[in-house]
């Protein structure tokens, strides 16, 4: 994927959420009809909340695999992280396939997205966007990272 086209993280989100909405729409015509002759006749779906968080998670998926491959392919075969820049994180694979970290807030009663932080690429550019659409959104007043 070819990171650096892109100047906010909502613009790459929308831009994948629509294509979740194109295969939800292709997949419920395709389901009602059997035959479709031409993209033309499908209507697409308006975008909702579960074509942004499958955009989310794929853009994060593929970050992950970018910067973190050999973490990924241990985890997925159900192996434990002993060397590296990530060893003592006490990395592990969700139920969705994102990396996440264990620490101290692992047994807090708030939610687990909360508990188990994703982990970031230092310098990729997907978290650069995601901390400055954050940044945005809760109207920071600086610019300390």
């Not at 009602?32 to 579960?50: C, G, R, T």
């Not at 192996?79 to 994180?89: E, H, N, Q």
């Not at 687990?112 to 550019?125: A, E, Y």
């Amino acid at each position: 994927m070819e990171w650096s086209h892109w100047n906010s993280f909502l613009d790459i989100q929308k831009c994948y959420a629509l294509v979740y909405a194109c295969i939800d729409s292709f997949k419920e015509k395709k389901q009602k009809h059997k035959l479709i002759e031409s993209m033309a006749n499908v209507e697409l779906k308006p975008l909702n909340a579960l074509h942004f968080a499958k955009a989310k998670q794929f853009l994060i998926k593929n970050m992950q695999a970018e910067c973190y491959s050999e973490e990924l392919s241990k985890l997925k075969a159900n192996k434990i992280v002993k060397y590296g820049k990530c060893r003592s994180f006490g990395l592990h694979l969700d139920s969705k396939g994102i990396i996440r970290c264990k620490g101290r807030f692992e047994n807090s009663p708030t939610l687990k997205d909360i508990n188990f932080p994703i982990l970031c690429g230092t310098n990729h550019k997907l978290t650069n966007l995601m901390l400055w659409h954050i940044h945005d959104r809760e109207n920071c007043p600086g610019y300390s990272y």
